[in-house]
C-alpha cells in the first residue's frame, strides 16, 4: 500500500504514506489499511490529507517504481473538488509596522483561534 499511494503521488514520500496508514487515514474499499496492504484492480481507497479528502479507483496495478506521469495513468479519482478559497475562515492580520500586538489584542487573536 506504501509504495502505491507514494507511486500516485497521493502523499510525497514512501514514509508519508506508511505514516498515513498507521495514523488511520487511508482506507481501501471502507476497511483500514496496513501500510503492507495489497490493491487489485477496482478497488477503491480513501485518504484523508491535509485536511482533504482523496478517493482513488485502481485502474492498473504496478509492479516497480515509476514516474509520476505514468503513475496517474494507474488511477481514477474520485474527489470531491477542494473547497474554493472563499470557504476558508479568515486569518487575523494585523497592519505592517505596528508593532507588537498588545495585551488587548493578544487576547483577542487567542479568541479568534478558539484558546
Known sequence: MDRWLWAVRVTKTRSLATDACRGGHVRVNGHPAKPAATVRVGDRVE???????????VARVIDKRVGAPLAAECYVDHSPPPPSSHDTPAVFARDRGAGRPT????RRLDRFRGG
Open 103 to 106: 495585551k488587548r489584542d493578544r
Open 47 to 57: 485518504a484523508t490529507l491535509a485536511g482533504r479528502l482523496r478517493v482513488l479507483e
